[in-house]
């Protein structure tokens, strides 16, 4: 095989600076185009959780690229004493978990640190210990997960939504927000192109283009409640905000006064808000949030008897998801309990 052009005979590997500076410039450009590539949500935890670790290594006077075993366990004693989002309150240790993995990705990626694949594994296992030792002492930290979407609250948010464009759009986000088990930035990311109606006329196609983990496509069939179908509901709101432009946003925002139809899309945060306010208006017993159809679709799937597989396909979850298990793990309690059979 011919050598690289420019590489120095004899020394494989090695190039002369020209090459070296291009090949330098590749790897940069290769970076760059992988973050901008990820879903901007996930770009903007990267950047404040290498804050966070820029705040810790001030403070303790480290240089910011000693990413090493030792100061990621001291970077998690800092975390745990940090104010959480509420006042008054401590960090979440998910918050927490995060900032380890954006301090490592960003370290490697950013900063082209080599890195071993264990290095956070001591910081984790701390982690891990105080999440015990808080569990016993019965501590609280953030707002703990999200709380499950049903089917019995989506049935009281869909007899309480206002009439209008506003109540269509909440609607039918609400329940195609389900029935893909999707993630708040995943909806706000559709376009018209993305949600078409299937061939043979059994539901919706919808191609999740943008995601935090893999594209997928889901398939939605039309459902047997009319009122909560996300076929239905979709094709109500198509029709009544009029969208002709396949680039444009599935879900539009609305004039707050004359809910005028406009071009911009609804945030991340404006899709959890949506659902936080159709719950409040239905006066549910739970605070939904922009993650509850994620955990309701797994809940409702396992009720069901649906094999986990077909919630792993339909929300994205890598095959024998732990994250996705925990999400049913609270309910199965009834439906898997050694009682069963006995009294």
Request: aromatic share 6%; charged share 30%; proline share 7%.
């Amino acid at each position: 095989m011919a050598p690289w052009p420019g590489s120095t005979a004899g020394l494989p590997g090695q190039y002369d600076p020209t090459t070296e500076a291009r090949l330098a410039q590749l790897d940069r450009d290769a970076t760059r185009h992988v973050e901008d590539n990820r879903p901007e949500k996930t770009r903007s935890g990267y950047r404040a959780d290498w804050r966070a670790w820029e705040r810790f290594c001030a403070e303790t006077g480290l240089p910011p690229l000693a990413v090493r075993s030792g100061t990621l366990v001291l970077f998690v004693e800092w975390c745990w004493i940090q104010p959480g989002r509420r006042p008054g309150a401590l960090m979440a240790p998910a918050t927490i978990d995060r900032r380890l993995s954006g301090v490592v990705v960003t370290a490697r990626r950013q900063h082209r640190l080599v890195l071993p694949v264990e290095i956070a594994e001591e910081a984790r296992a701390l982690l891990k210990a105080k999440v015990t030792a808080m569990e016993k002492a019965g501590e609280q930290r953030g707002h703990g997960p999200a709380e499950a979407l049903l089917v019995r609250h989506m049935e009281a948010i869909a007899a309480t939504v206002p009439p209008g464009r506003t109540g269509i759009r909440d609607l039918a986000l609400m329940s195609l927000h389900f029935a893909v088990a999707g993630r708040e930035h995943e909806l706000a990311a559709l376009r018209l192109r993305d949600v078409t109606d299937d061939a043979e006329g059994r539901g919706l196609v919808v191609d999740i283009r943008v995601s935090k983990i893999s594209p997928r496509t889901v398939q939605v069939p039309y459902g047997t409640r009319a009122h909560l179908c996300p076929v239905r509901s979709w094709h109500r709101w198509r029709e009544a905000a009029d969208l002709t432009d396949p680039d444009g946003h599935a879900f539009r925002r609305l004039h707050n006064r004359w809910a005028t139809v406009m071009d911009a899309g609804l945030s991340p945060e404006a899709v959890g808000d949506v659902l936080t306010r159709l719950g409040a208006r239905a006066n549910l017993p739970i605070r939904p949030t922009g993650h509850s159809p994620r955990r309701g679709l797994v809940t409702e799937s396992a009720r069901a008897g649906n094999d986990d597989r077909q919630a792993e396909k339909q929300g994205g979850w890598a095959p024998g998801s732990k994250v996705m298990r925990r999400y049913r793990e609270d309910d199965d309690g009834f439906r898997e309990n050694a009682l069963h059979g006995v009294l």
